[in-house]
């Protein structure tokens, strides 16, 4: 049976009921103060943190420029294709193994993907900075159309995956084309660290004009900030519209800029065409603007392949090829000019004096220097020669005469005149100097200097010139002693079509020779071909008077340099084929140097493919003052 | 006894209790219908259906003396157990936990009617032992029975496991032994008791993901991709309320499911960040009140049994309060303990509802003899 409390049950419970209440009170006030501190100290901080937890930045891929050739033809643009693309923080423990195995099946990754993805994901997990897990990072790029498919029906269950529309590359120009556009290719992280404005999984590009106006060319990403809640999944517009600023909502991209170059695509591909050999090089520039309209470089490389899925082995085997396809020649290699740089010599000759244009000298099969002799190709001689004959028909003994009687300095001179021996400004990337010997470079070992002399004369030797420096050195002779700086951009425009900058012609320097001389070395080489005798007489043409000089220029012997097929090392020992020329002969426009690599004589396998070059560009010529004006605003300044 | 006398007795209702459980009540539920807008189902009626059972429970036990629960106390014990004992057999799993007991389409969580129980048990024992009376004080040896009492259902709830309910109870009940004499120096032992219970806990009981969460609260950061993720989100929540709150239904860590337990657990988060600092504040306020007149109750029963089972009451309303607006805002581990009247869960809503009617009949009889 209950009792009615007594009074010191009172006594007792009351006090302590009182300490409870203090306590409880004091209790209430810490969590005020808690809320206090959160809500009111760190509020905003906060509001930025939850602000981040459903904000999702999605990048807007800004569309690269165009590269355009002179006419307006398209030769790359962009095409549309999807990128794969996760987001760290919207996949945790199993789905994130969950996710990364329907991406394995789906997107059929290898192995080392897959890794790859896995170490991605922990470090923006382990990042100190904690937004760092909100930042999507790349999965694969420029998928097939039948993955994009699958990975569209699979959305909600990879809610952290997303598709990111993203221009990819396209190259329709020709093959031969690949040196000079050059290709794309993710930035490295090296790359990253120097250039923060880029991000993981973007491209950059690579050799060439993609590489070279790099920054033009790029454009500015935009930016799309969208809300999703904690699974990652996107929200309704209205839910949209109220969490995320109108302002940050979309942030547009800036497309890159265009590239109109010089080149004339239809020229380029006669040109490719009408280029023999397996390896060599093919130049057409306007002798008096230095304007670049066709450029070949064989073998090359298919940029559409090396900007997208190469696989390792044919990657591989790009390397290893012992043709070097990845190897400019254009540029990027030397090679003896042979005869062709008996212009060289003439006009060192004339300038220095040592001929006039009347001048006779004898060939009589030979040429003797100490105990050593030179043979001429026509081993019962010439005889009594001019220097439009001896260019015509390309005596060796009238230049070995000549060269030993100029020196081997006032050559070289002559040479860096013509812009031999030092780069000629072509502004798409690294440039070989080529070689030109001077009495104080050559080695005693390597023969006096009156011998190297000699061996200069006729392009041999020491001697070594670039296709395009050949192309610089005719142009100045055709054009009457401007020596120009070789150019491939015309202008750039903007993407609305506004010519942003233009690239007028720029001459280097004057060649600053006497009355006569150029005109003397000219009537040499219009001999060549148009004359009975020359070197090139068969490779003249019927409607089109041009001029030129073959040059067959030896090898160095193999020797154990490289390991090569057996059905090869005939290839490898034959004779450089050269062919420099203009046209038309009078009044010329175009320079066109031809180098067929290991090709033989010049005037058999590298004369032809210049005449049928200088065929088509008249050919075109023709066509385009004929046909009705060139349909592209392009052309029209 | 004396029922005859029914309108006198309700002149003495406690009526700001129930003003202050009707307001936490219903800003609980206009809450809860803001927490789970994205659920399948209508939870917020599903809570307004226990809400209505335990009014009705309440009018119904106000006509019944509290001091029938003497007789109820050990009948209530060992059915309490007996339904725990159940649930360790017969439960239904949940996320790794066994706590809930399925009938037919109901389901029971019998750890919230236990914390009742040991209350009803200990408040019996305490009013009919007399050591505490003839000795003045009492000593540690003297509370074997009613250490005994505590220590099987919370052994049973720890089983479940249920970490947060397992220490409210024991909360509770430690609680009320303060209230009763005890010596300062067996306090002392108690205290150094506890500190070797918990390191034997930590080694032998604990399961990982319930020593995670403690290792999480120590050092959240480091644990900010797994359990501490909660905490984090949690924290967010609330900072992000600011002066005013983001306003109903317009909590972004609420609507767009970055609070875990949004509607349980964290129910605080979705306040604090809808209502902010002043939302936040008033609701500690009510809960405070709610406690210190709990507290006057039991100063101004009529009788021991009275007293102890409204310090009982008042003990079960601050612990879950205190620990659960503690874990919510970043103060204490992540332990799963509902803010009593607001979260979602009939179970504890009965037993809270229970709990106020045991407060308001020990508060109607507190003149009668």
């Known amino acids: 049976m209950l009792v009615r409390r007594d009074v010191d049950d009172i006594r007792e419970i009351r006090p302590r009921a009182a300490l409870g209440a203090l306590i409880v009170v004091c209790c209430s006030l810490v969590l005020i103060v808690r809320l206090y501190q959160l809500q009111i100290l760190r509020g905003e901080e906060y509001v930025n943190q939850a602000f981040a937890n459903f904000r999702k930045s999605l990048f807007v891929p800004a569309d690269r420029g165009l590269i355009k050739d002179r006419r307006g033809r398209t030769l790359v643009d962009n095409r549309p294709s999807f990128d794969v693309f996760m987001t760290p923080a919207f996949c945790k423990g199993k789905e994130r193994d969950d996710v990364i195995a329907r991406l394995k099946s789906y997107l059929l990754l290898e192995p080392e993907d897959v890794e790859r993805i896995k170490s991605d994901y922990q470090k923006s997990w382990l990042s100190k900075d904690k937004l760092e897990r909100f930042k999507p990072f790349m999965i694969a790029l420029d998928i097939p159309r039948d993955q994009v498919d699958v990975l569209e029906a699979h959305k909600t269950e990879m809610s952290c995956v997303n598709l990111i529309p993203t221009p990819h590359r396209a190259y329709h120009a020709p093959v031969s084309l690949g040196h000079v556009l050059g290709y794309m290719s993710e930035v490295t992280p090296e790359e990253l660290d120097e250039n923060p404005s880029y991000r993981r999984g973007q491209t950059i590009g690579r050799r060439g004009i993609e590489r070279r106006w790099e920054r033009e060319l790029k454009g500015e990403d935009g930016k799309q900030n969208i809300a999703v809640d904690a699974k990652g999944r996107e929200l309704d517009k209205d839910t949209q519209e109220a969490l995320i600023p109108e302002a940050e909502r979309l942030v547009p991209a800036t497309p890159g800029n265009n590239l109109i170059l010089t080149i004339d695509e239809r020229l380029q591909e006669a040109a490719d065409q009408a280029f023999p050999g397996r390896a060599g090089a093919v130049v057409v520039m306007e002798a008096k603007t230095g304007y670049i309209l066709a450029l070949v470089s064989r073998p090359s490389f298919d940029p559409n392949k090396m900007s997208g899925r190469i696989s390792k082995s044919e990657l591989a085997a790009l390397n290893s090829d012992p043709l070097k396809p990845m190897l400019f020649r254009v540029m990027n290699e030397n090679y003896h000019p042979g005869s062709t740089f008996k212009v060289v010599t003439s006009l060192a000759g004339l300038e220095n004096g040592i001929i006039s244009p009347n001048s006779v000298l004898s060939c009589g099969g030979g040429y003797t220097m100490g105990n050593h002799r030179w043979r001429c190709d026509k081993p019962a001689g010439h005889g009594p020669l001019t220097l439009t004959r001896a260019l015509e028909v390309s005596c060796d003994v009238f230049y070995y005469a000549l060269g030993d009687k100029v020196g081997l300095d006032p050559l070289g001179e002559m040479a860096h005149r013509l812009g031999y021996g030092q780069p000629t400004g072509f502004d798409l990337g690294r440039e070989i100097p080529g070689i030109i010997p001077e009495t104080t470079s050559i080695t005693p070992e390597s023969g006096s200097a009156r011998a190297h002399a000699i061996n200069a004369a006729i392009g041999q030797g020491e001697v070594n010139v670039t296709p395009l420096q050949q192309a610089v050195a005719y142009a100045a002779i055709a054009n009457g002693g401007d020596v120009l700086r070789p150019q491939i951009v015309r202008r750039i425009e903007s993407p609305d079509g506004k010519v942003l900058r233009e690239f007028p012609p720029e001459v280097v320097r004057k060649l600053g020779l006497k009355d006569g001389e150029l005109e003397a070395v000219r009537a040499g080489l219009v001999a060549v071909v148009n004359e009975a005798g020359g070197t090139a007489y068969r490779s003249r043409l019927a409607d089109v008077r041009f001029a030129g000089k073959t040059g067959t220029a030896q090898v160095m012997k193999l020797g154990q340099r490289q390991k090569l097929d057996p059905s090869m090392v005939q290839y490898y020992s034959r004779d450089h084929a050269w062919f420099a020329s203009f046209a038309p002969a009078e009044d010329p426009e175009i320079v066109v140097v031809v180098l067929n690599e290991h090709g033989g004589w010049g005037a058999e396998a590298a004369a032809p493919a210049a005449a049928r070059t200088i065929e088509s560009y008249f050919r075109l010529k023709r066509d385009d003052a004929a046909g009705p004006p060139v349909a592209t605003s392009a052309v029209v300044q | ?369």
Request: aromatic share 12%; charged share 10%; with cysteine.
């Open chain 2, 1 to 369: 006894m004396a029922l005859g006398t029914t309108e006198n007795k309700l002149d003495h209702l406690h009526i700001p209790l129930i003003l202050c459980t009707l307001i936490i009540c219903t800003l609980g539920l206009w809450n809860l219908v803001s927490a789970t807008r994205n659920a399948p189902t209508l939870m917020w009626l599903q809570q307004a259906k226990w809400m209505g059972v335990g009014i009705v429970a309440v009018a119904v036990l106000l006509f019944i003396d509290y001091r029938w629960l003497m007789t109820a106390a050990w009948p209530g014990y060992v059915t309490a157990l007996g339904l725990l004992a159940g649930v360790a057999f017969a439960g239904k799993k949940v996320l790794g936990a066994r706590r809930w007991l399925q009938f037919g389409s109901m389901q029971l969580q019998p750890s919230e009617f236990v914390k009742l129980a040991v209350i009803v048990v200990l408040a019996r024992w305490f009013t009919r032992d007399e050591t505490g009376a003839r000795k003045g004080q009492y000593g540690l040896i003297d509370l074997w029975r009613p250490f005994l009492l505590i220590i099987v259902p919370v052994a049973l709830v720890l089983k479940q496991p249920d970490l947060g309910t397992a220490l409210v109870t024991f909360a509770i009940a430690m609680t009320m032994i303060m209230f009763a004499k005890v010596k300062w120096r067996d306090l002392i032992v108690m205290l150094a008791a506890g500190v070797g219970g918990s390191v034997l806990a930590w080694n032998r009981f604990l399961k990982p993901y319930q020593k995670q969460r403690v290792l999480t609260f120590l050092n959240p950061e480091a644990y900010a991709k797994g359990a501490g993720y909660h905490a984090i989100q949690s924290v967010i929540a609330v900072g992000s309320g600011q002066w005013g709150g983001k306003g109903w239904g317009e909590g972004t860590q609420n609507q767009l499911a970055f609070l875990p337990e949004q509607h349980t657990d964290f129910i605080f988060s979705v306040w604090a960040e809808e209502h902010g600092f002043i939302g936040g504040v008033l609701l500690i306020a009510l809960y405070t009140f709610l406690v210190l007149a709990a507290l006057d109750v039991a100063a101004n029963a009529r009788d021991k049994f009275g007293s102890f089972l409204s310090l009982g009451i008042a003990a079960l309303f601050f612990w879950h309060a205190f620990i659960n607006i503690g874990m919510v805002s970043g103060v204490m581990p992540v332990v799963g303990v509902p803010l009593p009247l607001f979260s979602y869960g009939g179970s504890s809503m009965l037993a809270d509802m229970l709990g106020i009617g045991i407060l308001l009949n020990v508060s109607l009889r507190r003149f009668m003899f």
